[in-house]
């Protein structure tokens, strides 16, 4: 899921848009592992493949939920996603 985040710097007003489930956000075919832009542009984004290769946070625990589950490639399985989606909920 996509969320934005709104704040102010020197009173100019910017929104950080990320992916909430280890995706990249993508504009124009362009994937990012977040975006922030001026809140006046209101760009928008979609999310975009699995940041399982990304050298992140989000990537470590992506390749610890493989270790865990047993996958050996750096994708995500239904059970890694899983895994994740309880790891970050704390569960």
């Not at 992506?62 to 270790?67: D, G, I, L, M, Q």
Request: a negative charge; proline letters at 1%; charged letters at 30%.
């Amino acid at each position: 899921m996509i969320v934005q985040e709104h704040f102010t710097v020197n009173g100019r007003d910017f929104v950080q848009t990320k992916s909430t489930d280890f995706r990249y956000v993508v504009r124009d075919g362009i994937s990012y592992s977040e975006a922030c832009d001026p809140a006046e542009f209101n760009r928008q984004y979609i999310e975009g493949d699995f940041m399982g290769n990304a050298n992140t946070e989000e990537s470590a625990l992506v390749r610890y939920a493989n270790e865990l589950t047993g996958n050996e490639d750096e994708t995500l399985t239904e059970a890694t996603e899983t895994l994740i989606k309880q790891l970050k909920e704390g569960n």
